[in-house]
């Protein structure tokens, strides 16, 4: 039975992406107590499914490794993975969280010595790459996966290969008696940081997502770049395993649209660019790329960026929303639309289209457990009403990975307010 | 099995004598399969379509489906009203939403209508006949009824524009609606599931005002059927019908093409899937014969 | 009406986006469009356009009165409806074209001989006659609206078409004398009289 | 602290160790050789039993030096984490049995790397001691915040919350700073949630600036301390104890103690003088948005007037990225963030009070990001703001009033507007201090022409906002276009001053709402130093760290290398020009140890000692055994993660090398290299971060101070008639998974067909 130590004057972050762990740590090496609850097995949320951050084009594991280590050494922080929020009561300065536990059926003796990935058969859809590859049914999620212990999927429970893991396991790491618990434990104050999901694709019809296979969405795109990823780096296809040299991106895919997301999700168009330079430096002079966008929002510093990239001659800027695309007979992608500067219709087949599909806050609006002021847009807007609850990173806006942990330092801040007034009461 | 009433409004073309007389006959029998009953708008007016609107502003387009409404309102009580034609449906429609929408247009339009001692008060659903086989029956029921199921024959789904834009069947993307391709199935034909043209536009009353532009779009949506194997098109709109149907002639001479493509109803279809007569399936009102469905019929 | 027309420029100088706001069927849509382009890549006519609605949008906005009112590219819609449920905004854009083509016919702005307009037109004034829409009139005048001698030419050109139609009993030689009507004809005309008097007041409050 | 050392080893047989090696010979070498009198086997060492086996032997006083031999020193770190003791590991699950294939022929030389991680395991710890703060600090809890704008009094606010008391120091008589004459801000929140999805009906408009409000709320805090028309004349000491005199125009100048600074100088408004071509200075119907404000706010809600001759404005033209996002000189490369929502709400104002009023924004890319960013674009279109994508290329004189003359992209036709106001949206200029490496540059120029070049750029240099009396100038470095760091991603607080953190326009543009959220997370920082200093702890990225520099005195030779490279300006020089630490400055990257040519320089447990006894610890087989051996020096954040999970993905590394992990490339001693050649290594490669412009060096300079060290080796290795291509740099990414071991393997191929070293005893 999973036991958490915590009072009035612990701080609940609620998950453990780059704004979560960012809160947490940031708020453990003020030498405050932190829980982080965390629904995935592993920390690092989204940013570990990126192959490369805009705009300096470095590596999120970069980052991810000093932040695990700052985790790994923290004595103040306690980490709850596989674990949700289910329940929230009391107010600022007292709150009683109830956190739903799934079982992981691996304990702390694991090594992550991998013999029972070896040993299980069943393979299931590796949600961590979108589905675009395969993994076992005991895994580790991937390879810099904090902590570092391995998850049998729920699915081979009660089947032979759960005993294959267990026999091929030399530490008794193995449990399938492992049920799911919950666990009751008070904090004083709250940062909510659960992220965000990708719009889903399917819905915005004129695209054709859900028909045409090579219509994808650049988290998927983000997995075909990664070294690491299912096709080791190769930027192919989907429908034949061609490479996709001529590639097109249709930014505002979702968003800023009054039939899918009325906001602005602010990355995509960084994150165009930045696929580009994927394309661009996988095929240098054969390389074609398309960005049709309805204004290039290069905020701030990043217009250096948008600049380096603009300099790239086999990189072209359309200003159109794309009205429909349609696949020719090889499985090309055909974009239909017009250049709104100057009226141009075009017909553009493509071996690739990637949808820079748009942000939606994973804040669930309709069952939040405390009463909190949420926007339209399903994002949780600062306010005293809010009790000690925060939100951090993309629960509050649409927000990049850089302002995401600016965000979420600040979020760290307005906790440790709320439990050193705790503090200062009882001395 | 109740039988299911609702207040018809056919619309100037399903008249006698009228483009597609034939679309009313194939639906009447269609719907005595069905057990469905129609109780036709006493005394209806055309609805001005999509093209009235150079002559008619928009209060006296909206009148003209506020009488409709009237009239239905005061005839056929607390009936969902339906049309078969997809024009007729969608202005009627249109109109009762911005009438309700804008309460000062629909004080004008009582207004008008108090001038023939009518008045419109309330908000009734307004179907397409589609809306009823797929919505309101089902496919379950609409393929219990199959006596002659239309095996063998290869159909292309032809959705067109204001079937399916802005309002649609229920459940169906804008994009690329299934209904029609499982109404074949449901029938026992083939249906074509990925014929692209489904939802392309055949130039709409522009036909008439604009015939090589239209007949272009036209020549399109034959070729896509044709490049499928299809033996005939299936369609749920009037004028989608006459369009692709009547300038096959002149398209073949403008491009040079043998177009001899069948364009029917679904109605037709499900006549003669359930049974019924060429005659009843109103197949002798084809300008293009549809072969297979005679042979079927004659049986 | 061209008296209108000279009013609406006295009225509204060069703020043509408000003259639209004000007096075009849902024309105050037309400022919410950002430019996106998604319409006009929807149109299935679109390449037949001069100019396509998001650029006849950006045209308003720059107060370009005339080029727009005598457009031919405003007569060009097929009411397919692909733009409105791809329009990021929501405009209701077929509307919108419908109400600049209608506003363009009561300024008299339309440019000569526009088949679309006339036959739109023809369409109104056929079935104000008897309530509902006698086709083969309707067809009769369409194929001479250009006058006899090109009237001939496409009413040959259509002769197959007619004797399809005929065969298969879905065009009525009657239809020329009487045709279907509505039967309060008296009761039809007097509402549509009423809402045409409505219609006028309210342009003429604006105009005024 | 002297306690006698108490060497214990413990060797892990799991994962396969016990499998693959000879874990008894393991043993009798770190006993016979590594003299350790005893080595504990374990099947499990991570498992609680194996933990409590050293935890036991630790509290019985038997062991203070712990060697513990099994996975990497990434792995299991919770479970091996003991107290009060120094320890190594030798990494032979990832470094060795992973790294090598599992075949009767490599068994041999697998062994060897073992042996060998087991000598230097042995050898480092008994050069390690446990780290103790130096008590230099004290907790002091006083921040001090520079900045009287927004930005500073949010910061100042905040941590006030949190119960720290702050001193703020404002250069102006008033508080509230560039922002204080807005009319209204942008609104800061979306739609509410019950507002429908309908006509953008009850979208949020503009609304009260609030800062009035906030300045009273500052001036009432009893935890904060306002110095009005206040200016820092000299900050010395580091986190913890920084002292800084306040000069202030009303009576003398105070000396404060703070255990860390928020520098929130803001931006001064760019100068639209520069801008010539759209008649600014040529008529005063030509304002930027910050002049504009003004206007709006003296209104106050009635008409607003033309300052030319007070005609009510009825016609107004906004023209965005006024020199801005261009590379003509005088211009501004870069998009400021703030001024589209700006132009939005100001055209507001015109429609608001004047429904007739024409307002046309000339935009390229329209910038509302995020939810109550294009929220608010929808607004100002539902205000009849007319939005035009154009290009605005001069404004003249029409007349009374005034000629806009642009390219109309979308019509794309060149066209021009009449108005009578223009309103150029010009952007913000960080207001910050001279760059100290500007200033540090003179000093170091080598060449009079360097140096005068140096002069001028000082020259024309803003006046310090800081005046720190730091060896490498007075204010913090900056990134690029004069903002200050961070220049990381996932760490947006980081400077290059300890203890010392930038918040708002001075880091990078922003608009008001994005500036005081930046101001919390300064403040947080700021709180956390000062918290850290007065642990001793080091702040990131070596969080908690408790070691610290120290120098023999008698050995330096005042050369001043480690002052000079210090990536943090940590270290001063005293009147001798001795160095001087500040340790609570110091980030422990060891770039001063690498530095130092007498090699003086040392931190408790990491030491030129603790890694030279590890290249002198491994075996070198003789010249005809043809078993090169490779020194590679890995960057413990990067470059050995990137081997550890090669190893993992089942990537083989030549059997020939032996890594060694260090803090950073810049603390390499250039010692290490010409010692183990000389010991009769046969390569060495190095493995540091990148080191360009978008450097990934988690101590900023350290990679690109050790590449500039080791371009000079060549030289060495001539005159030690070596080839140079023995020696070779290279950056490696967290990522190289295939490539770090690659360029191992390649160093091996090359010595085979260059030969080995000579140098072999």
């Known amino acids: 039975m999973t036991a958490v130590v915590a009072t009035n004057e612990t701080i609940l972050v609620v998950g453990g992406g780059i704004s979560g762990m960012t809160a947490a740590l940031e708020a453990a090496e003020t030498g405050k107590r932190v829980v982080l609850v965390e629904k995935r097995p592993y920390l690092g949320g989204r940013v570990t499914q990126l192959y490369k951050y805009f705009p300096k084009l470095c590596f999120p594991t970069c980052g991810l490794e000093i932040n695990q280590r700052r985790a790994k050494m923290n004595p103040n922080l306690t980490i709850l993975t596989l674990a949700e929020v289910t329940g929230l009561t009391g107010s600022e300065g007292d709150y009683t969280a109830t956190v739903k536990l799934s079982p992981r059926y691996v304990n702390e003796r694991c090594t992550a010595c991998g013999d029972c990935g070896t040993a299980v058969e069943a393979e299931f859809d590796d949600d961590y790459n979108y589905g675009l590859g395969k993994r076992k049914g005991a895994y580790l999620p991937y390879r810099m996966a904090h902590p570092a212990r391995y998850v049998l999927d729920p699915a081979i429970i009660g089947t032979p290969d759960a005993d294959k893991a267990k026999a091929a396991c030399k530490y008794d790491a193995i449990d399938l008696e492992m049920r799911e618990e919950t666990v009751e434990f008070r904090c004083g104050a709250v940062i909510w940081a659960t992220g965000w999901k990708p719009y889903d694709a399917a819905k915005i019809q004129p695209y054709g997502y859900d028909r045409i296979a090579n219509v994808i969405t650049s988290v998927e795109f983000e997995r075909l770049a990664d070294p690491n990823g299912p096709t080791g780096g190769k930027l192919v296809r989907p429908s034949d395993g061609r490479e996709a040299k001529k590639v097109a991106f249709i930014q505002c895919a979702g968003s800023r649209d009054r039939n899918h997301l009325l906001h602005c999700s602010r990355i995509c168009c960084m994150a165009s660019l930045k696929q580009a330079t994927y394309v661009a430096d996988a095929f240098a002079d054969d390389a074609e790329i398309n960005i049709y966008y309805i204004d290039l929002r290069a905020i701030d510093r990043f217009e250096d960026f948008y600049n380096k990239v603009r300099a790239n001659q086999n990189i072209k800027f359309i200003k159109s929303k794309p009205a429909s695309i349609v696949a020719d007979k090889d499985g090309n992608p055909i974009v239909h639309g017009v250049d709104t500067e100057g009226y141009n219709r075009f017909a553009e087949p493509h071996d690739l289209v990637v949808l820079a599909i748009g942000m939606e806050p994973a804040v669930d609006k309709d069952a939040f457990p405390v009463s909190i002021v949420i926007n339209r847009e399903g994002f949780i807007e600062a306010s005293p009403e809010n009790g000690g609850v925060f939100a951090a990173g993309c629960a509050s806006d649409a927000l990049d990975v850089n302002r995401s942990a600016q965000h979420a330092t600040g979020a760290a801040l307005r906790a440790i307010q709320v439990v050193n007034r705790v503090a200062r009461a009882e001395v | ?298 049986k | 009406m061209g008296d209108l027309n000279t009013a609406m420029i006295e009225k509204y100088r060069n703020r043509f986006l408000k003259e639209v706001e004000a007096n075009v069927e849902e024309g105050e849509w037309v400022k919410m469009c950002m430019q996106c382009g998604v319409c006009s890549g929807s149109c299935p006519l679109g390449k037949f356009w001069e100019h396509p609605p998001q650029e006849i949008f950006m045209m308003i906005r720059a107060g370009k009165r005339d080029e727009v009112l005598s457009s031919e590219s405003v007569w060009m819609c097929t009411s397919c409806y692909n733009c409105i449920v791809r329009c990021p905004r929501e405009l209701p854009i077929t509307h919108i074209m419908h109400g600049l083509a209608h506003y363009a016919k009561r300024l008299g702005l339309v440019p000569k001989n526009q088949p679309t307009a006339k036959f739109a037109q023809m369409f109104w004034d056929n079935l104000m006659v008897k309530g509902r829409v006698n086709e083969l009139k309707l067809g009769l005048n369409l194929y001479f609206m250009n006058g006899i001698g090109d009237g001939v030419k496409v009413a040959l050109k259509n002769q197959k078409i007619g004797l399809g139609m005929l065969k298969s009993k879905r065009m009525n030689p009657l239809e020329a004398v009487g045709g279907h009507a509505v039967k309060d004809l008296k009761g039809f005309h007097a509402v549509l009289k009423k809402a045409q008097e409505l219609e006028d007041k309210r342009l003429a409050d604006h105009g005024a | 602290m002297a306690v006698e050392k108490k060497l214990a080893g413990y060797l892990c047989t799991g994962c396969g160790i016990g499998e693959r090696l000879d874990t008894s010979q393991l043993v009798n070498i770190a006993t016979r050789e590594g003299k350790f009198p005893s080595v504990k086997q374990h099947a499990m060492l991570c498992s609680p039993e194996g933990v409590k086996l050293i935890q036991d032997d630790i509290d019985a006083g038997e062991a203070t030096h712990l060697m513990i031999a099994g996975c990497s020193r990434r792995s299991k770190v919770e479970a091996f984490s003991f107290r009060n003791v120094a320890i190594s590991r030798a990494n032979l699950r990832e470094g060795v049995i992973w790294a090598r294939p599992d075949t009767p022929e490599n068994t041999e030389t697998t062994q060897e790397m073992a042996d060998d991680y087991i000598r230097m395991a042995c050898a480092e710890v008994k050069f390690m001691t446990v780290p103790t703060p130096s008590g230099e600090q004290e907790l002091n809890k006083n921040i001090l915040v520079v900045g009287g704008g927004v930005t500073g009094m949010t910061a100042a606010l905040e941590t006030a919350a949190a119960g720290y008391p702050v001193h703020l120091v404002c250069d102006e008589d008033v508080l509230g700073g560039v922002w204080k004459d807005l009319y209204k801000r942008v609104p800061f929140r979306a739609a509410a949630s019950d507002v429908p999805n309908g006509r953008d009906v009850d979208l949020p408009g503009p609304e009260d600036p609030g800062i009035a409000d906030m300045i009273e709320r500052v001036l009432a805090n009893e935890r904060i301390t306002v110095h009005l028309n206040a200016k820092l004349s000299k900050t010395s000491g580091a986190p913890g104890r920084f002292s800084a005199d306040i000069d202030r125009s009303s009576g003398p100048t105070v000396t404060e103690n703070f255990g860390a600074i928020v520098q929130a100088s803001d931006f001064k408004p ?320 060891g770039t001063c140890m690498g530095a130092c040519p007498v090699r003086v320089i040392s931190f408790e447990n990491y030491s030129i000692d603790s890694v030279n006894q590890q290249i002198k610890a491994v075996d070198i087989p003789d010249e005809f055994s ?97 080839e140079p291509e023995r020696v070779v740099v290279h950056e490696v990414a967290i990522t190289d998974l295939a490539r770090a071991p690659r360029l191992l393997n390649e160093m091996a191929e090359m010595i085979g067909k260059i030969g080995m070293s000579p140098f072999k005893f």
């Not at chain 2, 009823?132 to 789904?157: F, Q, S």
């Not at chain 4, 954040?637 to 590394?653: F, K, V």
């Not at chain 4, 590449?707 to 030690?720: F, H, I, M, N, Y």
Request: aromatic residues 8%; charged residues 25%; contains cysteine.
């Open chain 2, 1 to 298: 099995m109740a039988k299911r009433q609702y207040s018809f409004y056919p619309g100037c073309s399903s008249q006698k004598g009228a483009s597609s007389s034939n679309y009313l006959i194939s639906v009447q029998t269609m719907c005595e399969e069905l057990e469905v009953q129609l109780n036709e708008i006493p005394d209806w007016n055309c609805c001005a379509a999509s093209i009235g609107y150079a002559g008619g502003g928009e209060l006296p387009r909206l009148t003209l489906s506020a009488r409709n409404l009237a009239l239905s309102e005061q005839h056929n009580p607390g009936q969902d009203v339906v049309a078969t034609c997809a024009a007729c449906w969608l202005s009627t429609r249109e109109a009762q939403e911005r009438l309700h929408e804008d309460q000062s247009l629909l004080a004008e339009a009582n207004t008008a209508l108090a001038e023939a001692g009518l008045k419109l008060t309330k908000e009734m659903p307004i179907k397409h006949m589609a809306e009823v086989l797929i919505e309101d029956i089902g496919y379950a029921e609409l393929g219990a009824k199959v006596k002659r199921p239309l095996a063998g024959i290869k159909i292309a789904g032809y959705v067109g524009c204001q079937t399916n834009r802005p309002f649609g069947i229920a459940g169906e993307s804008f994009e690329n609606p299934k209904y029609l391709d499982q109404l074949v199935e449901t029938l026992g034909g083939d249906s074509i599931p990925d014929y692209e043209k489904k939802v392309q536009c055949c130039g709409g009353a522009l036909a008439f005002s604009e015939p090589e532009k239209s007949q272009e779009m036209v020549k399109g949506i034959i070729e896509a059927a044709y490049d499928h194997g299809a033996d005939l098109i299936v369609t749920p709109c009037p004028v989608c019908q006459m369009n692709v149907e009547v300038y096959q002639d002149q398209i073949n001479q403008t491009y040079g093409t043998q177009f001899k493509m069948p364009v029917v109803y679904y109605s037709t279809l499900m006549a003669v899937a359930y049974g019924r007569s060429a005659k009843d399936a109103a197949l002798n009102g084809q300008v293009i014969p549809a072969k297979k469905l005679e042979a079927i019929a004659g």
């Open chain 4, 270 to 589: 760019y100068d639209a003088n520069r801008l010539p071509e759209f008649g600014y200075g040529k008529t005063p119907d030509v304002l930027t948005n910050f002049e504009l404000e003004r206007l709006a706010k003296a209104a106050n809600g009635g008409p607003l007037k033309r300052p030319s001759d007070g005609k009510v404005v009825e016609s107004v033209a906004f023209i965005q990225c006024a020199g801005q996002r261009s590379d003509k000189e005088g211009h501004l490369p870069y998009c400021s963030g703030f001024c589209c929502t700006e132009s939005i709400k100001q055209a507001m104002y015109f429609r608001e009070q004047n429904p007739d009023c024409d307002t046309t924004i000339l935009f390229d890319d329209l910038r509302t990001p995020g939810a109550a960013g294009e929220d608010f674009y929808r607004c100002g279109q539902q205000a009849m703001v007319t939005f035009t994508k154009g290009q605005a290329s001069a404004v003249v004189q029409n007349g009374k009033g005034l000629k806009v003359q642009f390219k109309d992209l979308i019509l794309n036709e060149d066209t021009e507007m009449d108005c009578d106001l223009v309103v150029l949206a010009t952007g913000q200029v960080p207001n910050n201090g001279p760059d100290p490496y500007a200033q540090l540059a003179v000093d170091e120029a080598e060449s009079e022409e360097e140096k005068e070049a140096a002069r001028q750029k000082l020259a024309v240099a803003p006046p310090s906002i800081l005046n720190l009396d730091y060896r490498q100038g007075t204010d913090l470095p900056q990134l690029k276009h004069g903002f200050l760091d961070s220049h990381f991603i996932c760490f947006p607080y980081e400077t290059r001053r300890t203890g010392i953190y930038a918040a708002g326009p001075v880091r990078r543009p922003m608009d008001m709402k994005q500036a005081m959220e930046d101001a919390v997370g300064a403040a947080m920082k700021a709180i956390q130093a000062a918290e850290s200093a007065a642990q001793g702890a080091a702040v990131h990225p070596r969080v908690g760290d408790l070691s610290y520099p120290s120098f023999r005195k008698e050995g330096c030779t005042q050369c001043k290398r480690c002052t000079v490279e210090c990536p943090f300006g940590a270290i001063n020089e005293d009147e001798q020009r001795y160095p001087v630490f500040n340790e609570s400055r110091c980030r422990r990257c």
């Open chain 4, 626 to 722: 043809e078993k090169p051996r490779i020194l590679c020096l890995a960057c413990e954040n990067d470059a050995y993660p990137a081997l550890d999970m090669a190893a993992q993905a089942g990537i083989e590394t030549t059997p020939f090398v032996r890594v060694v992990p260090v803090r950073c490339l810049g603390s390499v001693s250039l010692s290490w290299i010409t010692d183990s050649l000389n010991s009769g290594y046969d390569g060495i490669v190095l493995m540091g971060c990148r080191r360009d412009e978008d450097y990934q060096c988690h101590f900023v300079r350290g990679s690109a101070i050790a590449a500039e060290r080791l371009s000079k080796v060549g030289d060495t290795l001539t005159q030690l008639n070596l």
